[in-house]
């Protein structure tokens, strides 16, 4: 299984503001993705990262509003940008192994105020 | 109609119960299948896989019914630290294979 780790864990940022999340993988990995999760809901898909070239976002995404960056197998990065409070949320990134399986990382808890 | 769904419940059962969740995913061009477990505030974590000939790990069985597409989580026996969301997850052909997720089904487990 991979280990994952995020960055910041949680943060309360001001409407406006531009928040980037880290996510660093203890291994390589083809597949990662993130993902939102609102309170009380399930995970929405945002976008699969991919190894030197643009995201695929999903329906409802753009990369005006969430770029991401993938510049090697075991780190990517989510940027929420102009935030409001709608993008309260939490923010997991996933990898996905030769058995298809998941593994998240622990999740960065944002808070728009 | 949503790719995969879920009874969200709460399924609210006593100790040493046995409860069951069904999923149905609406692609039949799907290629694996999963159940995870969320625990309050944390990061989902795998239950177990799903074959198609079924498999079951001590008190928790999954199936799958590719003919009525969809999978089924059986736990045995429940145990107060079964209280948990648990989540379907059906990998979806959609070029490459994408990860989708149920809503989940919440299980309170109550002494």
Known sequence: ?113 | RKEVEQDPGPFNVPEGATVAFNCTYSNSASQSFFWYRQDCRKEPKLLMSVYSSGNEDGRFTAQLNRASQYISLLIRDSKLSDSATYLCVVNIGRGSYIPTFGRGTSLIVHP
């Open chain 1, 1 to 113: 299984s991979a280990v994952i780790s995020q960055k910041p864990s949680r943060d309360i940022c001001q409407r406006g503001t531009s928040l980037t999340i880290q996510c660093q993988v203890d291994s390589q990995v083809t597949m990662m993705f993130w993902y939102r999760q609102q309170p009380g809901q399930s995970l929405t898909l945002i976008a699969t990262a991919n190894q030197g070239s643009e995201a695929t976002y999903e329906s409802g995404f753009v990369i005006d509003k969430f770029p991401i960056s993938r510049p090697n197998l075991t780190f990517s990065t989510l940027t929420v940008s102009n935030m409001s409070p709608e993008d309260s949320s939490i923010y997991l990134c996933s990898v996905q192994d030769s058995t298809d399986t998941q593994y998240f990382g622990p999740g960065t808890r944002l808070t728009v105020l």
